[in-house]
């Protein structure tokens, strides 16, 4: 089996606030191999956005190792870093947020570009972003428009396309399609697909959305309140979902077709906890409806039950 | 929209589309006009008139001509000279100090704010109690200051005047840069791969224009007076040389005899501070796509 | 369940043939075009469609608090039980409002007042509608925050101090403060997570039967469709193109093309198909007046007629109604309960 594309290792990454240290990602290791995807799941506040943040190097990490093919990159110094922007690019959630309303479409596209190959002529420049509104999508009569001129498709389309630009290996799609509507979701998600059969990119897609991820990544991570409680391919994570928390992700999505109504089916009750100073042990815990002694008290390690699914639970494994 | 031979569209550039955008509005443009007009006027104003005979000789026997009469448009003052010609040399004077107090505290107040609204932490205390310290002395008397230090003259002036306002362009911008910069459009260029200086000259400060724009007209309003008053302290421009401050607050002791003393340079600075306020107002549209086309 | 018992209950909400625009400097919009829409005591009917397909717009006109000057009603009526909406005075409204109809809104955050504890601002509704005396006042915000699954001795606690799904209970404990009959819920549980949703989801549907409150729901989320409400208006371009029990519009089989794409465009937890089909296109600028079917546009099954003339409601097969030409002729019963264009 080839070395994966990027490995995350015993990656933490603690905010200092005021009432203590706040576990945004605690001691997550993960690994996406050449083409294929991997789908992070998991609630607002649990860290799947700053997981990406900081393997990208947006963010500072506090311990632990991102290998990219091999290097560990959270050791390069800035010149080294901004070679390596070329390989690794990012999607952002918010179309609305992520372009700087004072660019036009093309100057969006370009800017990697100026950035990042110095050497390129305005002519070569100008081509290249024409070949990347084509790849997305987009329309060649909107090379002088502005963001808020177009609608939220387009804007993510003009998102993928800066991600493209300079032709990367590896990219963190954080949450593309949340802010769209189901009929245009499906267009970026198909794009998205068509784009890595095509060049064979590998991606982390971050979602909430379990039946998004389902459709895009061979692998999926579940993350809960900075740790990774449950990691397995695809189909297994969803035929044999093991941790309390997964199944009650998967039990809470309203599935559309009434006869499966989720009268009978079991809600879970709280809300998650806080991610300040969190206590040793499961930290789903004070939600688990199974949760012992046994679950408190001394951190919990991912185990694999079979070959590839891994998790990190006291009572199921 | 215009398309090149080869029936392709043709992409515009950030300057010239700020241009194309900025045209479009009648109002800066004619403000614009007026600013540019003025300026050109005062400057070869030594082609039609003779500094020294006309602006800066007394006429006893002339004082207080009405405007509209005996060839004096805007009539004489109370030592009998053309206000006309006196207006449009204040103009060299005037309009520079106008545009340079605001220009350098723009330029400077928006280096100190970025850097300390970007970088936060050690960078923004030192820089902003330092701003601090200059704010808590008044405006004037920081002024008067610098103006006693170094020496009269319209450098120094400038300088004073600058520097005094330079702590309320740091304060605006800090507030804005720390809003912007964690905007998801700056982290989406950082993942580019681009640098702080990139970031801070392409992304934040034309963000975070639109607010400085409004102080800068007030600013420029505000220089031309105060310049005015350090004359009268003896430290700005001495007489007789026209300014237009200098001549609304001497000709407030005429104001019952002769109104048009006060009216005329009064007239003179509303009217390129209204210029100067159209074309900010232009300039904020312009840079701003979001705004109409 | 669904049509044939709704036919036995009273109407509580019957909008007809309702248009509705925003006028502004630049374009009039066509927001709402000929809407008609029944809403039966006790039931919850889903209002379902993209942004801008006019949901919020017309939940807005049921309220009347449509924007000043921009927003108008130019043609149909809005009757609320014995009230005619579109013809009440202010004052009318007023009590209206939040005593008989409220609404939920999809921001938890954006009405609730940061500087009012929560207890506060539920008493605040109450006293706005007659209750004075500060014992009756505390008891029953107390009762009200126990019924959405708050604890009381929370109620001097500031919003921030919530978080998302908490605050959202909130507002539903605002929203049926004075046990109104008609609830507008705008994308209630959009902005929270899956397992917080389901909470909330489980929530109001408890207190309407508690209550036997009618409620509209506005959503885009199609498993949040099936998952609560007994009757589906689906809304493409502020027209309903499609209505229809939840039996009927979930498992029949002739649907608008829109209905349709709209359904293969949800990544579907079942099945193993890994390419979507999405609806090509865009919806149609709304400041454009058209002539005829504003799907036309992007359906597949699109003719020349569909561009030229509007299509009237037909009753399909399976007993839902649908705008559209395909169905002509094939009416089954003299289907005119609702969702017929005049």
Redesign the interface.
């Known amino acids: 089996m080839p070395a994966p594309l990027v490995e995350v290792k015993h990656l933490k990454k603690y905010f200092k606030t005021p009432r203590g240290d706040l576990h945004a990602v605690d001691d997550v290791n993960l690994s996406i191999n050449q083409g294929e995807t991997l789908g992070v799941v998991g609630e607002s506040g649990c860290g799947k956005s700053t997981l990406g943040r900081t393997i990208l190097r947006l963010v500072p990490h506090t311990s632990g190792e991102v290998l990219f093919e091999g290097k560990n990159i959270l050791s390069y110094d800035t010149r080294q870093m901004k070679a390596l922007r070329q390989d690794m690019q990012m999607i952002f959630q918010d179309p609305y947020a992520s372009l700087d309303t004072r660019f036009t479409v093309s100057q969006i596209i370009e800017e990697p570009l100026k950035i990042c190959r110095k050497e390129m002529g305005k002519a070569d420049r100008e081509k290249r972003v024409k070949e990347l509104m084509d790849t997305v999508g987009l329309a060649q009569r909107f090379v002088n428009a502005y963001p808020h001129e177009l609608d939220g498709g387009r804007r993510q389309r003009i998102g993928v396309a800066r991600a493209l630009a300079l032709n990367p290996k590896f990219i963190v799609c954080d949450e593309p399609v949340s802010a769209l509507d189901v009929s245009i979701q499906a267009q970026i998600l198909n794009l998205i697909m068509d784009l890595q059969e095509d060049m064979g990119l590998s991606y982390m897609f971050i979602t909430h959305d379990l039946s998004v991820v389902k459709h895009i990544s061979n692998n999926i991570a579940v993350l809960y309140l900075g740790q990774c409680i449950e990691h397995a391919p695809t189909e297994e994570l969803f035929a044999n979902p093991i941790h309390p928390y997964t199944k009650a992700l998967l039990a809470a999505i309203p599935i559309p077709d009434p006869s499966k109504r989720s009268e009978d089916r079991e809600i879970i009750r709280g809300e998650v906890t806080s991610p300040i100073n969190p206590p040793q042990g499961c930290r789903f815990a004070a939600r688990c409806p199974y949760a012992g002694d046994e679950c408190r008290g001394k951190p919990i390690e991912l185990k694999e039950t079979r070959p590839g699914h891994f998790v990190a639970c006291m009572k199921f494994f | 929209m215009k398309r090149s031979s080869t029936g392709e569209i043709k992409r515009r550039g950030q300057l010239a589309s700020v241009v194309h955008r900025f045209m479009k509005n009648r109002l800066s443009v004619c403000g614009l006009v007026i600013l540019l007009a003025l300026a050109i006027f005062s400057c070869s104003a030594d082609l039609f008139f003779d500094y020294n005979a006309q602006a800066i000789a007394q006429n006893a026997q002339a004082r207080f001509i009405a405007p509209f009469s005996e060839g004096h448009i805007f009539g004489t003052d109370q030592y009998g000279r053309d206000m006309f010609i006196r207006i449009v040399y204040g103009g060299r004077i005037s309009l520079v100090v106008g545009f340079f107090t605001a220009g350098f505290a723009l330029v400077f107040g928006t280096i100190i704010g970025a850097a300390a609204g970007y970088f936060g932490g050690r960078v923004d205390n030192l820089l902003m109690r330092f701003m601090d310290v200059f704010l808590a002395i008044p405006a004037m008397l920081l002024a008067i200051c610098i103006v006693a230090a170094l020496g009269g003259g319209l450098v120094n002036l400038l300088l004073a005047n600058g520097i005094a306002q330079v702590p309320r362009y740091a304060r605006i911008v800090r507030a804005s840069v720390m809003g912007l910069k964690n905007s998801e459009f700056v982290e989406a260029a950082r993942a580019c791969g681009s640098g702080h200086t990139r970031i801070i000259f392409s992304h934040i400060i034309p963000n975070a224009l639109g607010s400085l724009i409004v102080q800068v007209t007030l600013t420029m309003a505000s220089a031309i007076l105060s310049v005015a008053s350090l004359s009268f302290l003896g430290l700005g421009i001495a007489p007789p040389t026209p300014e237009w401050g200098s001549m609304l607050s001497t000709g407030k002791e005429f104001m019952r005899q002769a109104p048009h003393l006060i009216i005329v340079p009064g007239l003179a600075i509303m009217l390129s501070v209204l210029s100067f306020n159209l074309i900010g107002d232009g300039l904020r549209d312009a840079l701003d796509p979001r705004l109409k086309n | 369940m669904g049509v044939d018992m709704n036919q036995n209950a009273e109407k509580l909400l019957d909008i007809k043939d309702l248009s509705i625009t925003y006028i502004t400097d630049d374009a009039t919009i066509y927001a709402v075009n000929g809407l008609n829409m029944e809403l039966y005591r006790g039931e919850t009917l889903g209002l379902v469609g ?2 801008g397909a006019g949901k919020t717009t017309t939940a807005l006109a049921i309220m009347r608090l449509l924007p000043d000057r921009i927003g108008k009603i130019t043609s149909g009526s809005i009757r609320f039980d014995d009230v005619d909406v579109t013809a009440a005075s202010e004052a009318e409204m007023r009590t209206l409002r939040g005593e008989r109809i409220s609404m939920i809104f999809q921001d938890p955050m954006t009405c609730l007042n940061p500087v009012l504890t929560i207890g506060d601002q539920i008493a605040e509704v109450l006293e706005s509608h007659g209750i004075t005396s500060k014992e009756e006042l505390s008891k029953r915000v107390d009762n009200i925050l126990t019924l959405v699954g708050l604890p009381p001795e929370r109620k001097n606690e500031y919003p921030h101090q919530f ?4 605050k959202q209970r909130v507002d539903i404990a605002i929203a049926l403060a004075c046990e109104p009959q008609l609830l507008l819920a705008d994308e209630p549980t959009t902005a929270l ?7 909330v ?2 929530l109001m549907k408890e207190l309407r039967q508690k209550f036997n409150t009618s409620m509209l729901l506005i959503t ?8 609560v409400c007994d009757r589906v208006a689906i809304m493409y371009a502020g027209e309903i193109i499609e209505y229809g029990t ?2 009927e519009i ?2 029949g089989t002739e649907h608008h093309p829109y209905t349709k ?10 099945e193993g198909q ?7 296109g ?1 919806m149609p600028d709304p400041a454009v007046q058209l002539q005829g079917c504003p799907f036309a546009s992007r359906c597949p099954q699109c003719s020349d007629r569909c561009t030229a003339e509007k299509p009237a409601s037909h009753r399909a097969a399976g007993g839902n109604i649908i705008k559209c030409h395909l169905f002509e002729g094939e009416d089954a019963g003299g289907g005119n309960d609702a969702g017929t264009a005049g």
């Open positions: 993209e942004t978080s998302g799904g908490m997570d899956v397992t917080i949703q389901a909470q989801l489980a885009h989320d199609l498993g949040v469709v099936a998952e939840v039996w979930f498992s794409g709209l359904f293969g465009s949800i990544p579907s937890m079942s890994r390419r979507l089909r999405p609806i090509d865009l």
